[in-house]
């Protein structure tokens, strides 16, 4: 069993900046990529970034140049961090990751619970 756990959601003011956190634990042998998502009320789930083993990047075009994702290839983490956040980047934040689990023998999707953020003067 592989398990997902955000946390570094929060309140902010416009601006301001907070840093989204995911700890991936449980029966891992392996982690492809790790992608930040969020879903804003009443819209569709988006990607926000993502990144590979090999640390390359991607980006949403509209957090491009504010958000910065990193990851931690022997604590199994990866990490957001968000500057200049503005009202729209209000939303729920999913990590998602591709995982080769030792016990399922294969790749698979595994989601986080979300993190609430929250731009609002």
């Known amino acids: 069993q592989v398990q997902l756990v955000e946390s570094g959601g929060g309140l902010v003011q416009p601006g301001g900046s907070l840093r989204l956190s995911c700890a991936a634990s449980g029966s891992i042998f392996s982690i492809n990529y790790m992608v930040w998502y969020r879903q804003a009320p009443g819209k569709q789930r988006e990607l926000v970034a993502r990144?590979?083993?090999?640390?390359?990047?991607n980006y949403a075009d509209s957090v491009k140049g504010r958000f910065t994702i990193s990851r931690d290839n022997v604590k199994n983490t990866v990490s957001l961090q968000m500057n200049s956040l503005k009202p729209e980047d209000t939303a729920v934040y999913y990590c998602?990751?591709?995982?080769?689990?030792?016990?399922?023998?294969?790749?698979?999707?595994?989601w986080g619970q979300g993190t609430q953020v929250t731009v609002s003067s």
């Open positions: 990144i590979a083993r090999s640390e390359s990047t």
């Open positions: 998602n990751a591709d995982v080769f689990s030792r016990i399922v023998g294969s790749w698979r999707d595994y």
